[in-house]
């Protein structure tokens, strides 16, 4: 199966995209690749991708992997049969016979996501050319700024609050309000100089309290004239806990003076929002979900520059504001350090993002144009009964659907591993590709603990898990793909891969150098640093080669 003679011609290991290519050359329409060979895909009914990480070269007896300069590191290893290894996880030594390594994406100080890589492909020359076409009749040089608002499926991929009359997806708490929806009969009676939405760039800052975060200041500008229509200070309902002055810019003595509730500021700027001589105003800000979370309103008319500006790295990932000035607007914002951001700043950011994007046109602060779901090439592929033939679904740790499985046919919210089981086992039958991830292993290693925060100590030396934790995880495991794996049909091919391995000392080295940086960012001179703080180029060897590990994997192939 496995083509030894290309896979030592490759610089580096098997990447996560040639796992996304061949099931896509199995499933859908891609080219046949060059380093495995499948004998004929067609008669492959259906393709079941996991990602499971903590599958270790140990946990099946295989030797780490090589570091010699004259081994090839890149080769599938042949799998001890359970017998001769007593493996943990004895369905993987029963099932598979090699295991192929991997390496996950990233650069030389950080690994990046593996699930963005898998999900996300190169679009097809013929599809390119289409969306080409497309582009060069679009209006490039469009003023309107409405032609950026969301659509009702971006507001509920986003995790918006809509309001009701558009669609019955959120559920409002106490104190909530919505915007009020303005009938087309009031619209037709305005004069034709009224007829135009006003557009308004709006900031919060939030603070901690008992019950999360919570408003304490708002900033609305008017996207014509850049006057500042609405700044206020906002008092908590409970006392703050965490006063997040490094994002917030607030402190104690500045709230202290604060006295106007959320209800209040709801209540003051309904009437901006919707004016009565007027059409519903548009709001523009970076994630405005926050924003109108923290306000506790329900608004249907915005504009996101986090989704119509683009991380370099496509979507899920979204790109920050102070990275999309300096990119697209050649200026520098939230420099302030520990102070904090200043909302009026970051709404003038916004303001001046749809500006460039309104003068330069529908694809400018665009990345991976060229790039789509692979469940959008899935649903395009005609070698199966032709385009829609092929039914996809994702069963997932979350909510897939706003993310990696949001053009999927299905998703399956789980908060377990047993739900994902569960989940696989009612889906897979009804679908002809399912991709589903198993994190119970990875949790007992320690793997998903929270990531280290700039404020924090890092951790420098992992803990051990606790080998009987651990050893229950994979016996789970191990249970649950064997239940798997008797439920599938036969010309069934179970594809299993790690991802990764132990991210945590490569986390806790760049939480190291952030720190640091951030710093010396802030005004710190070296000497005021303790000294145990400092980065030096000796961590940067280490962090570059704890990067490497971590981007390690490995991969099964078989065919039930």
């Known amino acids: 199966?496995?083509?030894?003679?290309?896979?030592?011609?490759?610089?580096?290991?098997?990447h996560i995209n040639d796992v996304r290519d061949l099931i896509l050359h199995i499933v859908a329409d891609a080219p046949p690749p060059n380093w495995v060979k499948v004998e004929h895909p067609r008669s492959i009914e259906k393709v079941v991708a996991l990602l499971i990480p903590g599958i270790l070269p140990s946990t099946l007896a295989l030797p780490p992997f090589p570091t010699s300069a004259t081994a090839n590191p890149n080769v599938p290893l042949s799998i001890p049969l359970p017998a001769e290894s007593h493996t943990p996880i004895p369905f993987i030594a029963s099932t598979y016979s090699h295991a192929c390594p991997t390496r996950a994406p990233g650069d030389q100080t950080r690994m990046y996501s593996v699930l963005s890589e898998f999900f996300q492909c190169q679009v097809t020359p013929q599809e390119k050319a289409k969306r080409q076409a497309q582009r060069a009749t679009q209006r490039a040089f469009d003023s309107t700024p409405a032609l950026y608002m969301l659509t009702l499926k971006e507001m509920i991929e986003n995790e918006y609050p809509v309001p009701s009359y558009m669609a019955d997806v959120f559920e409002k708490g106490p104190g909530w309000i919505e915007t009020p929806q303005v009938s087309e009969e009031?619209?037709?009676?305005?004069?034709?100089?009224?007829?135009?939405s006003k557009i308004y760039a709006i900031d919060c800052e939030m603070c901690l309290t008992e019950d999360g975060k919570e408003l304490t200041r708002i900033c609305i500008i008017d996207y014509e004239s850049g006057i500042v229509v609405y700044d206020k200070l906002v008092k908590p309902p409970k006392p703050v806990t965490d006063y997040?002055?490094?994002?917030?810019?607030?402190?104690?003595?500045?709230?202290?003076?604060?006295?106007?509730?959320?209800?209040?500021?709801?209540?003051?700027?309904?009437?901006?929002?919707?004016?009565?001589?007027?059409?519903?105003?548009?709001?523009?800000?970076?994630?405005?979900?926050?924003d109108l979370r923290a306000l506790r309103i329900c608004h249907p008319r915005c504009i996101d520059?986090?989704?119509?500006?683009?991380?370099?790295?496509?979507r899920p990932l979204k790109p920050g504001l102070a990275w999309l000035t300096k990119k697209w607007l050649n200026r520098e914002i939230q420099t302030r350090g520990d102070s904090g951001h200043d909302p009026e700043e970051?709404?003038?950011?916004?303001?001046?993002?749809?500006?460039?994007?309104?003068?330069?046109?529908?694809?400018?602060?665009?990345?991976?144009?060229?790039?789509?779901?692979?469940?959008?090439?899935?649903?395009r592929a005609s070698g199966r009964g032709g385009p829609g033939s092929v039914r996809s679904v994702v069963v997932d740790h979350g909510n897939p659907g706003v993310m990696h499985g949001s053009k999927a046919s299905s998703n399956v919210p789980c908060t377990s591993d047993e739900e994902v089981l569960n989940g696989l086992l009612q889906a897979i039958p009804a679908h002809e590709f399912a991709f589903g991830r198993f994190t119970g292993v990875a949790d007992a290693l320690g793997w998903l603990t929270p990531k280290t925060t700039a404020g924090e100590t890092p951790v420098i030396t992992p803990a051990e898990p606790s080998p009987i934790v651990l050893a229950s995880a994979q016996a789970t495991l191990n249970n649950q793909l064997v239940t798997l794996y008797a439920s599938l049909p036969a010309r069934t091919a179970l594809i299993i891969f790690?991802?990764?391995?132990?991210?945590?000392?490569?986390?806790?080295?760049?939480?190291?150098?952030?720190?640091?940086?951030?710093?010396?960012?802030g005004g710190k001179k070296a000497e005021e640093i303790d000294k145990a703080d400092w980065w030096t180029a000796s961590d940067?060897?280490?962090?570059?080669?704890?990067?490497?590990?971590?981007?390690?994997g490995l991969l099964f192939l078989g065919v039930k």
């Open 1 to 14: 199966m496995y083509v030894n003679g290309e896979i030592v011609k490759r610089k580096d290991a098997v």
């Open 186 to 196: 009031s619209l037709l009676l305005l004069p034709a100089d009224k007829l135009e």
């Open 244 to 290: 997040m002055t490094k994002w917030s810019g607030i402190t104690e003595s500045l709230l202290a003076s604060a006295t106007t509730s959320v209800a209040e500021v709801q209540a003051q700027i309904m009437p901006i929002l919707a004016p009565k001589d007027g059409p519903t105003s548009i709001l523009i800000g970076h994630s405005l979900e926050s």
């Open 305 to 314: 520059t986090a989704v119509i500006y683009h991380h370099p790295r496509g």
């Open 346 to 379: 970051d709404a003038r950011a916004c303001i001046d993002l749809l500006r460039a994007k309104l003068r330069y046109g529908p694809s400018y602060g665009e990345y991976k144009t060229d790039f789509e779901s692979i469940y959008e090439r899935m649903g």
């Open 498 to 521: 790690t991802g990764h391995s132990d991210p945590r000392r490569m986390a806790s080295l760049n939480a190291r150098k952030s720190a640091f940086e951030s710093a010396i960012r």
């Open 540 to 552: 940067g060897r280490e962090l570059e080669e704890e990067v490497e590990k971590a981007k390690r």
